[in-house]
């Protein structure tokens, strides 16, 4: 019998990697877009600074308008404390409608000091107290904590790297409450034998959390590395439909999610199972392109 892969569909990524603020009633109509279709594992949004990320400022608007169904579970990303008391507010005013709840979290943790720097303002230890602080109202409200390791794989600061650090990481997350830790090729520098050795690595360290991989890839790299991953034992993996979207604050060319449409078939002819179709995500994806198109700098779905 194949193995079941979790895949968590990422729209919020895609959404803040475009420069064009999407309408919020465009938003809410693809994300109950794609609850309709089956999706059931939804990065959804961020409660992050509205000067930082202007795509992000509506967030509780589409939280509060999003279809329920049952096994639905949404992630909100933060970057302090203050996106936490986000959560933890909407929770209270919306969450009480039709038993919708933001389930899980997510922490960027940087692996590199700049790009923590780059992407909340904060040096490392600065976000580690913001984590610790994150943790404990996490645990008290019952939210569950997802830490992303960015830059995992590598950097494009000319920063040292080594996977010991990412162990290392990972083990004080998991210590600080994380039930979750991805490790996340921020900028798609990962080789495919790079990602198979540190997620091997990680998984001794940590055996018991859930582990996975939010990998950047381009078409011709994300089967290696998909197989990669697959081989060292993870089955929870971050996508998005048409595979749009990359972290602003990482440098200027980005390098995209990857295509859910893709990564489904692909997983299948590996030997392994998801809980989606294609057929049922094709609408999914034509609202995607056409997100991508309009609400691109140059029109023609690449950020200029």
């Avoid at 790299?221 to 197989?227: C, E, G, P």
Wanted: glycine fraction near 8%; charge should be neutral; hydrophobic fraction near 45%.
């Amino acid at each position: 019998m194949a193995d079941m892969i979790t895949l968590t569909e990422c729209p919020r990524d895609a959404f803040q990697g475009l420069p064009k603020f999407i309408p919020t009633d465009r938003k809410i109509a693809y994300m109950n877009r794609l609850i309709q279709a089956g999706v059931r594992r939804i990065d959804f949004g961020s409660f992050v600074s509205p000067k930082a990320v202007p795509q992000m400022a509506d967030t509780a608007v589409v939280f509060e308008n999003m279809k329920t169904a049952p096994g639905l579970y949404l992630i909100a990303i933060v970057a302090n404390l203050r996106g936490v008391e986000g959560i933890v507010a909407a929770n209270h005013k919306f969450g009480h409608v039709g038993g919708r709840r933001i389930h899980a979290a997510g922490f960027p943790m940087s692996v590199n000091e700049t790009f923590q720097q780059r992407n909340t303002n904060k040096g490392l230890d600065e976000a580690w107290a913001e984590l610790t602080a994150m943790s404990e109202l996490c645990r008290s409200q019952k939210i569950e904590l997802v830490v992303y390791l960015s830059m995992a794989f590598g950097n494009p600061y000319g920063e040292h790297h080594e996977a010991k650090r990412v162990i290392e990481f990972a083990r004080r997350a998991v210590d600080l409450g994380a039930v979750t830790v991805q490790l996340a090729d921020t900028v798609g520098v990962a080789t495919a034998p790079q990602v198979g050795e540190t997620f091997a690595a990680v998984r001794a360290a940590v055996p018991g959390v859930q582990l996975g991989v939010h990998l950047h890839a381009t078409p011709a790299t994300m089967q290696a590395k998909v197989q990669s991953a697959l081989d060292a034992g993870c089955r929870l993996f971050d996508s998005a439909i048409g595979g749009i979207g990359g972290c602003p604050f990482a440098e200027d060319e980005l390098v995209g999610n990857m295509d859910t449409l893709q990564l489904i078939p692909l997983l299948k002819r590996l030997g392994h199972d998801t809980p989606y179709s294609v057929d049922r995500l094709l609408d999914c994806a034509a609202e995607a392109q056409e997100l991508s198109r309009k609400f691109s700098a140059n029109g023609n779905g690449v950020p200029a």
